[in-house]
């Protein structure tokens, strides 16, 4: 087999695994690829140019966490995608046929926004914010150490396990430097608030969401790694007005924006929870071409290290059932 010829199938496998086409009854493709493995004992000496080992790479994330959502179309009408390395959230609906766009601000480098699929189940208007411990401790308490009015500046109050408001003068930020494990922090509702007019709610291990932000201006910048994790949506209001359409709920519009232009903290309870998937992908396919992103985390060299040897494995698979 010509190494044009090579590369040209183990191209080929790479788009049909990502777009979910490869099946166990595409015999001759996967025949082809298996055959191509038993004739060179490694694909890394085919020296494949970068923008075919990036897909590659990020082929396996597709295939193997199922983070394409090609499956789910006979499951579900709509879910969200969001991809990480693209800063954007997309909306699919299924039965319309339709995608929606939104940027994103994802989390920094060194808070990096995860990988994960949940699903939302409500969200609020005008929500208050339980500030986490982490940012709590690490940026806002020395903050306030050096500008002890720095909580009521910025429509934060203090409080200790027990519920009660704790003054933050200059004696009392000691007290609680010396023990800030016994204390919490909520932003009350309002534009200045760091969740926005909305958030949306899902069940996860690390403690995100996906919301509004009052730093709009963010969404002009062309990378926007900026975040402590949480995923900060453009337009979050006409995302919301979607969500309610989809749940069979779109007379509760009115109310919606009634409750944001008033600052009224309100739950909206979704009949039918909608998937949500978190990706990291830095190379996908359009019109039938790689297009690669940044690599913002730097984690396509960890793929690269196990992606040849889980490639064989899998193509070795699906020659079994064929």
């Given at each position: 087999?010509?190494?044009?010829?090579?590369?040209?199938?183990?191209?080929?496998?790479?788009?049909?695994?990502?777009?979910?086409?490869?099946?166990?009854?595409?015999?001759?493709?996967?025949?082809?690829?298996?055959?191509?493995?038993?004739?060179?004992?490694?694909?890394?000496?085919?020296?494949?140019?970068?923008?075919?080992?990036?897909?590659?790479?990020?082929?396996?994330?597709?295939?193997?966490?199922?983070?394409?959502?090609?499956?789910?179309?006979?499951?579900?009408?709509?879910?969200?995608?969001?991809?990480?390395?693209?800063?954007?959230?997309?909306?699919?609906?299924?039965?319309?046929?339709?995608?929606?766009?939104?940027k994103v601000v994802v989390g920094k480098p060194h808070s990096q926004t995860p990988t994960l699929q949940s699903s939302i189940t409500y969200f609020t208007t005008?929500?208050?914010?339980?500030?986490?411990?982490?940012?709590?401790?690490?940026?806002?308490?020395?903050?306030?150490?050096?500008?002890?009015?720095?909580?009521?500046?910025?429509?934060?109050?203090?409080?200790?396990?027990?519920?009660?408001?704790?003054?933050?003068?200059?004696?009392?930020?000691?007290?609680?430097?010396?023990?800030?494990?016994?204390?919490?922090?909520?932003?009350?509702?309002?534009?200045?608030?760091?969740?926005?007019?909305?958030?949306?709610?899902?069940?996860?291990?690390?403690?995100?969401?996906?919301?509004?932000?009052?730093?709009?201006?963010?969404?002009?910048?062309?990378?926007?790694?900026?975040?402590?994790?949480?995923?900060?949506?453009?337009?979050?209001?006409?995302?919301?007005?979607?969500?309610?359409?989809?749940?069979g709920a779109k007379d509760k519009n009115r109310e919606m924006t009634n409750a944001i232009s008033s600052l009224q903290k309100k739950d909206f309870k979704l009949?039918?929870?909608?998937?949500?998937?978190?990706?990291?992908?830095?190379?996908?396919?359009?019109?039938?071409?790689?297009?690669?992103?940044?690599?913002?985390?730097?984690?396509?060299?960890?793929?690269?290290?196990?992606?040849?040897?889980?490639?064989?494995?899998?193509?070795?698979?699906?020659?079994?059932?064929?």
């Amino acid at each position: 087999m010509k190494l044009s010829m090579i590369k040209t199938y183990v191209y080929s496998i790479f788009l049909l695994c990502s777009t979910g086409v490869v099946k166990a009854q595409d015999n001759l493709v996967v025949k082809e690829i298996s055959t191509l493995f038993e004739e060179n004992a490694t694909l890394t000496k085919l020296n494949f140019p970068n923008s075919t080992q990036r897909f590659y790479q990020n082929t396996l994330q597709q295939v193997w966490t199922k983070a394409s959502d090609h499956a789910n179309k006979t499951l579900e009408a709509m879910s969200l995608l969001s991809g990480v390395c693209q800063f954007g959230l997309y909306q699919n609906d299924y039965q319309s046929d339709t995608v929606f766009n939104f940027k994103v601000v994802v989390g920094k480098p060194h808070s990096q926004t995860p990988t994960l699929q949940s699903s939302i189940t409500y969200f609020t208007t005008a929500p208050d914010w339980r500030v986490p411990r982490s940012i709590f401790e690490k940026e806002f308490l020395p903050k306030a150490i050096k500008n002890n009015n720095y909580f009521n500046d910025n429509h934060y109050a203090v409080y200790n396990l027990a519920g009660q408001y704790v003054e933050t003068n200059v004696a009392n930020l000691q007290e609680i430097r010396k023990n800030p494990a016994a204390y919490y922090v909520k932003q009350s509702s309002g534009c200045d608030n760091a969740l926005g007019v909305v958030v949306f709610r899902f069940a996860n291990a690390f403690d995100i969401y996906l919301h509004d932000t009052p730093e709009q201006r963010l969404f002009n910048e062309d990378k926007r790694a900026l975040s402590h994790g949480c995923v900060r949506v453009q337009h979050a209001e006409q995302l919301a007005g979607l969500l309610l359409k989809q749940d069979g709920a779109k007379d509760k519009n009115r109310e919606m924006t009634n409750a944001i232009s008033s600052l009224q903290k309100k739950d909206f309870k979704l009949n039918k929870p909608i998937s949500i998937k978190i990706i990291y992908l830095t190379c996908l396919i359009k019109d039938g071409l790689p297009v690669n992103y940044e690599d913002v985390y730097q984690l396509d060299q960890e793929l690269e290290k196990i992606g040849f040897t889980m490639l064989k494995i899998k193509i070795n698979e699906l020659t079994r059932t064929v």
